[in-house]
T-cell receptor, first 114, second 116 residues
Framework: AQSVTQLDSHVSVSEGTPVLLRCNYS??????LFWYVQHPNKGLQLLLK??????LVKGINGFEAEFKKSETSFHLTKPSAHMSDAAEYFC????????????FGGGTRVLVKP | EPEVTQTPSHQVTQMGQEVILRCVPI?????FYWYRQILGQKVEFLVS????????KSEIFDDQFSVERPDGSNFTLKIRSTKLEDSAMYFC??????????????FGDGTRLSIL
């Protein structure tokens, strides 16, 4: 079985300061991991993916995430938040053995203050 | 960039009625999915579809649900007799062209289904 825990349901940051969204996963095998973002009234947009290549993954819009197997974590970071980063972020795990269906975390809503 | 498109964006239906949610996946993708998100809850997997058949389905996907790819471009989710608890945002996703496996999945903007 696979599961994902996003440790913060809400994160509030000031524009220009770093963003850290925490994610821990549980999986019996080597998973694929993703971060998706959802802006209000929009669909889920892929930010980045980890599929057993480099452990530090760079995504769109300046985001990156680091896969740490020893900590079963896949935290998402951005050095400097922008107002347009206000959205909900989902950490997602997928297992080939589980038919590649996606298992979502509960989401972290990011508020960016001017 | 190619997109997954879903129609309608919002569907309001009386309880007990049938509803069909429509999706046009990215044209060269081979794997298709439906997920749903009940307000305030996690996004949940419903069903995956490959090679014209269901490859996996969740416990949620009971006999009231069905999927179809009727014409090689559309991918539909039908709920036969809707219940109040079917109210949710339904997302269609597609992934994987030839030789690419089925990662990552690209999502549509969703259909908000409201059952009265």
């Amino acid at each position: 079985a696979q599961s994902v825990t996003q440790l913060d349901s809400h994160v509030s940051v000031s524009e220009g300061t770093p963003v850290l969204l925490r994610c821990n996963y549980s999986s019996s095998y080597s998973p694929s991991l993703f971060w998706y973002v959802q802006h209000p009234n929009k669909g889920l947009q892929l930010l980045l993916k980890y599929t057993s290549a480099a452990t530090l993954v760079k995504g769109i819009n300046g985001f990156e995430a680091e896969f740490k197997k020893s900590e079963t974590s896949f935290h998402l970071t951005k050095p400097s938040a922008h107002m347009s980063d206000a959205a909900e972020y989902f950490c997602v795990v997928s297992l080939k053995a589980a038919g590649n269906k996606l298992t979502f975390g509960g989401g972290t809503r990011v508020l960016v203050k001017p | 960039e190619p997109e997954v498109t879903q129609t309608p964006s919002h569907q309001v239906t009386q309880m007990g009625q049938e509803v069909i949610l429509r999706c046009v996946p990215i044209s060269n993708h081979l794997y298709f999915y439906w997920y749903r998100q009940i307000l305030g809850q996690k996004v949940e997997f419903l069903v995956s579809f490959y090679n014209n058949e269901i490859s996996e389905k969740s416990e949620i996907f009971d006999d009231q649900f069905s999927v179809e790819r009727p014409d090689g471009s559309n991918f539909t989710l039908k709920i036969r007799s809707t219940k109040l608890e079917d109210s949710a945002m339904y997302f269609c996703a597609s992934g994987g062209g030839p030789g690419q496996g089925n990662q990552p999945q690209h999502f549509g903007d969703g259909t908000r289904l409201s059952i009265l």
